[in-house]
């Protein structure tokens, strides 16, 4: 079985590295898929995304990263993916995912699995670390050490800047 992951992983937190961890084994291949909205301005681009992404999915092999724009169905059908996974944080999350569940399967057929996120990472987003990063506080207890080391230096070169 090939699954999909999507995100925007703007940055890759250990959020989204508890779900990959917990369902990579689950799955012949675990596609963890790079959202590329041409609408929105990320704080990294594409192809950094998909680097430190590819780095810190190192440990599980059947793991593939790429990036997509568009439809997540359409990323899916596209590496033949035949179910989507989402990781969910609360109940406003699990609302808005139910939602997209039932009109990509309303489009294309795929299920999708909706993964509790595990406890120490149920309030963790990319949009908070970036605020503390922003501000010069710590990340590494919320991203790998590489994507730190990134944050502190995107965010220190921005201050000296001002």
């Not at 506080?137 to 921005?158: C, H, K």
Request: net charge negative; glycine share 4%.
């Amino acid at each position: 079985m090939r699954a999909l992951f999507a995100g925007s992983f703007d940055p890759v937190t250990y959020g989204h590295l508890d779900v990959i961890s917990r369902f990579a084994p689950q799955v012949d291949t675990l596609v963890v898929a790079v959202a590329v909205n041409p609408d929105k301005r990320p704080l990294f681009p594409e192809a950094e995304r998909v680097a430190m992404l590819r780095e810190v999915c190192r440990p599980w092999p059947n793991v593939e990263v790429h990036a997509f724009q568009g439809l997540v169905v359409e990323a899916a059908q596209a590496v033949e993916a035949t179910l989507l996974v989402r990781g969910i944080r609360n109940s406003a999350e699990f609302d808005r995912e139910m939602q997209m569940a039932h009109v990509n399967r309303a489009l294309t057929g795929i299920e999708t699995l909706l993964l509790p996120a595990s406890a120490p990472w149920a309030y963790l987003s990319a949009t908070l670390v970036r605020e503390v990063a922003r501000f010069g506080g710590e990340v590494s207890p919320f991203v790998p050490d590489m994507v730190a080391a990134r944050l502190r230096e995107l965010f220190s070169a921005a201050r000296q800047g001002e």
